[in-house]
Structure formats: structure tokens, C-alpha cells
């Protein structure tokens, strides 16, 4: 079955500090997708990055970058020189290969993240 | 271009009552879900459809029903609303096949509050 961990349900930092949200996944599919998404203070859900299991490459976007791990099944998030704006709730998802017939998208509990001024 | 689009935006229902969200997406996608946001619970998914006619039960299918029979719109009734079905619903749809386009688009989300 899959499950998608986020275990820090709140992290506070001040402006200026990286911050890296932990997010752990199990499936038993060798095929699946990892997704990050932003849900802002206004409720919308933001896609962020997707990932496919053949790629491990790790990812930067800016201040952000992920870090995807097939061997300890993570698939973290760091934000650089965090901002105000960063202030959001971020969730991880599963997404198993329709191959194997899993069409869902399993989502973590989410982290809230305050960047204080 | 719309995208995905829920209504109502907010509804608030007394116990025992019934309503149904429509969600309808213009992108032509096969893959529509709904989920619930609770506090500190992430998204957790209802109901999912894999394409017009289909529909599947996901981790919180009790007290809901859903219905595809247009691929663009996906129903979700709540047919005797309960306060524990107080929640933000959030409806998202993806393409199917495409690995490279499975990320899912999301509706502004339906608060609901039952009373």
C-alpha cells in the first residue's frame, strides 16, 4: 500500500534560513511518481515539482532543490534563503504507475512552514 | 482557460441534510479525484474516476457518493451530512498515460461546514 510520511507537522524559521521539509514514501510499485505542492495562505493547491522513480537526479528551481533518495525512500524539499512569501502549508504525494493499476495520488499530512520577518 | 472548478465555494448544512459538489474540468482529463483537507490529516482521498462511468473507492469512502457520467463533470453527494463531514473538498483532475503530465490540477476547494 502506499503511505506518504511528513513527520514535522510545523517548522518556524526566521527570514533568510534554509529549510528542508522531510518527506519518507512507501509503495511497493517499481514504477511511481513523487510530487511536492504549495498551499498557500489563500487555500489554492500549487504544483511544485513531480518526479518520476527512474530519476534520481536531484532537482533546483531557484531557491528551491529536492532531494530524491530511492534508498532511504525520501524525497525532501529545501528551501534557500527562505522569504515571507514561503510561508505555506507543503505536501507530498505518491502517485503509483498506471501500469500496476494504482491511480491514485496518496498525499501527506502536510508541513506548515512560518518564515518570520 | 478554467481548468478545474468546484461549486459551491462554501455551503453550510444541517445534520441529515444532502447535497451534492460538482466538479468540472475543461482539460479533458480521464483521472478525476476527490479529496478532504482536515487539520493536521493532509489530504485524504474519497472517491477517485479513471474515466466517464467509473469510480472507485479511495481511503474515506463512507458517507459519500460519487458519479462520472460525463468525463468532465465528477459528482460528490454526501446523502445524510454529518458534522464530521465538515471539511475543505478539494477535486483534482490529471491526464492518464502520459508520465510526464500525471500531476494533478486542483479545484479552489469547497468549504463545508455541517451543523
Known amino acids: 500500500a502506499q503511505k506518504v510520511t511528513q513527520a514535522q507537522t510545523e517548522i518556524s524559521v526566521v527570514e533568510k534560513e534554509d529549510v528542508t521539509l522531510d518527506c519518507v514514501y512507501e509503495?511497493?510499485?517499481?514504477?511511481?511518481?513523487l510530487f511536492w505542492y504549495k498551499q498557500p495562505p489563500s487555500g489554492e493547491l500549487v504544483f511544485l515539482i513531480r518526479?518520476?522513480?527512474?530519476?534520481?537526479q536531484n532537482e533546483i528551481s531557484g531557491r528551491y532543490s529536492w532531494n530524491f533518495q530511492k534508498s532511504t525512500s525520501s524525497f525532501n524539499f529545501t528551501i534557500t534563503a527562505s522569504q515571507v512569501v514561503d510561508s505555506a502549508v507543503y505536501f507530498c504525494?505518491?502517485?503509483?504507475?498506471?501500469?500496476?493499476?494504482?491511480?491514485?495520488?496518496?498525499f501527506g499530512a502536510g508541513t506548515r512552514l512560518f518564515v518570520k520577518a | 482557460n478554467a481548468g478545474v472548478t468546484q461549486t459551491p465555494k462554501f455551503r453550510v448544512l444541517k445534520t441529515g441534510q444532502s447535497m451534492t459538489l460538482l466538479c468540472a474540468q475543461d482539460?479533458?482529463?480521464?483521472?478525476m479525484y476527490w479529496y478532504r483537507q482536515d487539520p493536521g490529516m493532509g489530504l485524504r482521498l474519497i472517491h477517485y474516476?479513471?474515466?466517464?462511468?467509473?469510480?472507485a473507492k479511495g481511503e474515506v469512502p463512507d458517507g459519500y457518493n460519487v458519479s462520472r457520467l460525463k468525463k468532465q463533470n465528477f459528482l460528490l453527494g454526501l446523502e445524510s451530512a454529518a458534522p464530521s463531514q465538515t471539511s475543505v473538498y478539494f477535486c483534482a483532475s490529471r491526464e492518464a498515460g502520459n508520465p510526464l503530465n500525471t500531476e494533478a490540477f486542483f479545484g479552489q476547494g469547497t468549504r463545508l461546514t455541517v451543523v
Open positions: 509503495t511497493r510499485d517499481t514504477t511511481y511518481y
Open positions: 504525494a505518491l502517485s503509483e504507475s498506471p501500469k500496476a493499476g494504482g491511480f491514485k495520488t496518496i
Open positions: 482539460m479533458n482529463h480521464e483521472y
Open positions: 518526479r518520476n522513480s527512474f530519476d534520481e
Open positions: 474516476s479513471v474515466g466517464e462511468g467509473t469510480t
